[in-house]
């Protein structure tokens, strides 16, 4: 029953790396490795440790590839075409590939030590209670410097988005202008927001140097 | 697999008259009746509006990329549905007699037990969000697509105050399992032991708003308002695909108000709950209705925040508060505040359950 | 049949070439840094594998600490690959080979 499992979730992983290296458009190589972490996960919780894998979901599947699948949108990124370079390549790369698989068939067929048998349910190593134990006594000073790094990550990033382009310092941010991703990301198409007061539409005519639009009239 | 079955199907009839509760309730709000015309008071509208989506002609717009079309709204749909599994709708069912199939003589009224059930539904929550940045995406409309970054930006960053406004109750009960948080709501007459009134009114707070701000409800609607944004991520989508994303709405909103049921108004404590247990599914699921009610009341009464309103309330506001929170249950925890409410307050079988 | 570490340790293995084999290849920036967090992940897979196996809870702290890392390279990584993508308007890695921005 073990053996079905992983033999599904490993399947799944493998499949879905496979699927991300082979595609050429960016998103479908983000959704098969959203693919590969959720099959991990399900493989985390298969070897007794549930605690990471909900958190493998939350933090890779459900924040990190959401960045990367918003920056894909926002720079729309298009499919790459990749020339082929050097043929002679092809069979060394298929010799290789066999080699790999040789190895793996070795592993799982004429390797039979293990420690222990796999746990699911029998020790309470996975469990919550023991990781945070662990987090808060003997690996504190990891724990700690691990925040430090979270913040410096912030700081970082909000560095690289408040220089001259993204952000101008002279912009003022007018609600209710729409706001396309070309302009956020140009520096040259910042436009001219100061707010315009009149009283009259002639006024603002005036100002804008537009031509006053004509009357329509009853005479042809 | 029984109970699969049987939550499925109450799930979905109790979304399906949502739909035409918050109709009819908008009417009376608004000075209008809702509606009223199929069958007796309007109670056939949702299996003519189920007709209406099955009849309606499919259309595919001519770029869009077909996979990531066709895959959105199921994303948005199965996580939607995934969370019912591990809410608890009732306390163990102890019958007289041992059932002959399955030879026990318990019904447990949770389909999963987990131990990690909390970060579940986060994690699954976190998924969703896949389903709607998807969707603005595949349907080559550059409406959509503002619609869809601003849903998906929106939804993540209000996940953070939905966790960190659940912490709160995660350190007092020191559980994330989540029967065992709704056994340890119980008190006397099943209502005084509940976390939200001794316990966690702060939370409760940063996390009812952070839900509705998880679920695109008024008043932070603004990518999916009709006004705004023609439909915000799901204007290309007609009949079958629109009534997913419709539906995945509205069960997310259902799994929200269950989330909160749970955690901090006691789940399925009531009065007289221990004696009778099969009281406990109608408690928990009136306290599901009153949630809904609440959804829709706020739809008929508040204005919309403009877009940049909403992630600064979202970001300088919920965020600390919810930190406070955090620092001052923690606080009382140590001190054994906590400790002292519940000799007060909670029982495991008081008076009257 | 129970599943054996050494079954772990294979898939970890193939993932990591398979994550390696794609940083090759790809030509794109973001395909290139996805492919470095499938190499992460199937480090992790390793780390879980043997905490489970051996009764030590030290594999799955280490997992944790990986995967906030992750996230802080993830936030950075991609702001560094935005910032390159508005001053040569391409993400194709050969054009970015020169060190002057």
């Not at chain 2, 908008?26 to 509606?35: A, D, K, S």
């Not at chain 2, 009224?109 to 987990?114: C, E, G, M, P, R």
């Not at chain 3, 280490?62 to 508005?86: D, H, N």
Request: charged share 10%.
């Amino acid at each position: 029953m073990l053996a079905l499992l992983f033999i599904l979730f490993a399947g799944m992983a493998v499949g879905c790396a496979i699927s991300m290296v082979a595609q050429r458009n960016p998103l479908y190589s983000a959704i098969s490795l959203i693919g590969v972490f959720l099959a991990l996960a399900c493989l985390y919780v298969t070897l007794g440790a549930p605690f990471i894998a909900a958190v493998q979901v939350i933090v890779y599947a459900g924040a990190i590839m959401v960045l990367v699948v918003f920056v894909i949108m926002l720079l729309n990124v298009e499919e790459e075409d990749r020339p082929m370079r050097l043929r002679s390549l092809t069979p060394i790369a298929v010799g290789l590939a066999a080699a790999l698989f040789a190895e793996t068939a070795f592993i799982i067929f004429f390797v039979h030590w293990s420690p222990a048998t796999p746990t699911a349910s029998v020790s309470d190593v996975g469990l919550t209670s023991s990781i945070g134990a662990g987090l808060f006594t003997t690996y504190l000073l990891p724990f700690e410097v691990t925040s430090i790094l979270l913040l410096m990550a912030i700081v970082g990033a909000m560095t690289l988005a408040s220089r001259a382009g993204l952000l101008p310092r002279e912009a003022v941010v007018v609600p209710g202008y729409q706001v396309l991703a070309r302009e956020v990301l140009d520096p040259r198409t910042t436009p001219d927001l100061t707010p315009i007061v009149a009283r009259s539409t002639g006024e603002v005519e005036e100002a804008l140097g537009v031509e006053e639009a004509p009357q329509i009239t009853d005479e042809s | 697999m029984i109970g699969i079955l049987v939550a499925f199907t109450v799930v979905m009839t109790m979304v399906a008259y949502t739909v035409l509760a918050e109709r009819r309730i908008l009417g009376f709000i608004q000075g209008r009746l809702g509606p009223n015309r199929v069958g007796p008071g309007g109670f056939l509208q949702p299996i003519a509006d189920l007709l209406k989506f099955i009849f309606k002609e499919d259309i595919v717009p001519d770029k869009s990329t077909r996979f990531v079309y066709f895959l959105a709204p199921t994303i948005a749909t199965t996580a939607a549905l995934m969370t019912i599994v591990v809410y608890p709708f009732g306390p163990d069912i102890h019958l007289p007699f041992t059932l002959p199939l399955v030879n026990t003589n318990t019904i447990p009224l949770v389909i999963a037990k987990f131990d990690v059930a909390l970060l579940y539904v986060l994690g699954v929550t976190s998924v969703g969000v896949y389903g709607i940045a998807l969707a603005g995406w595949s349907s080559n409309n550059k409406y959509s697509l503002m619609g869809g970054l601003r849903s998906s930006a929106q939804m993540i960053s209000y996940e953070l105050a939905l966790g960190l406004g659940l912490i709160g109750v995660i350190l007092q009960s020191g559980s994330l399992n989540l029967q065992s948080i709704v056994e340890q709501q119980s008190g006397h007459l099943g209502i005084t032991g509940w976390n939200l009134f001794w316990v966690q009114p702060l939370g409760f707070f940063v996390y009812l708003t952070a839900a509705i701000a998880e679920t695109n409800r008024v008043p932070f609607d603004l990518p999916e308002a009709e006004t705004e944004l023609v439909a915000g991520f799901h204007t290309e989508y007609s009949a079958m695909k629109f009534a997913l994303f419709f539906l995945a709405e509205y069960v997310n909103m259902f799994t929200v108000s269950m989330l909160a049921a749970t955690l901090f108004l006691g789940g399925w404590n009531g009065p007289f709950v221990h004696q009778l247990p099969w009281l406990g599914v109608f408690y928990f699921l009136g306290k599901v209705v009153l949630f809904l009610f609440f959804y829709i009341w706020l739809r008929g009464t508040l204005p919309r925040f403009r877009f940049d309103q909403l992630m600064s309330f979202g970001w300088k506001f919920l965020v600390p508060l919810a930190i406070i929170n955090i620092v001052f249950t923690a606080t009382l925890q140590w001190l054994g505040v906590f400790d002292y409410i519940g000799q007060v307050l909670k029982t495991s079988t008081g008076w009257g359950g | 049949m129970v599943p054996q570490l050494s079954w772990y340790l294979a898939l970890s293995a193939v993932l990591f070439t398979i994550g390696v084999v794609g940083v090759m290849i790809k030509r794109n920036v973001i395909s290139m840094f996805m492919c470095i967090e499938l190499m992460l992940n199937a480090v992790n897979l390793t780390f879980v594998a043997f905490s489970s196996f051996f009764r030590d809870v030290t594999g799955q702290l280490f997992v944790f600490i990986v995967m906030t890392v992750a996230a802080a390279e993830a936030a950075v990584g991609l702001g560094i690959i935005i910032t390159i993508f508005r001053s040569r308007e391409s993400l194709d890695v050969d054009d970015e080979s020169v060190l002057k921005l």
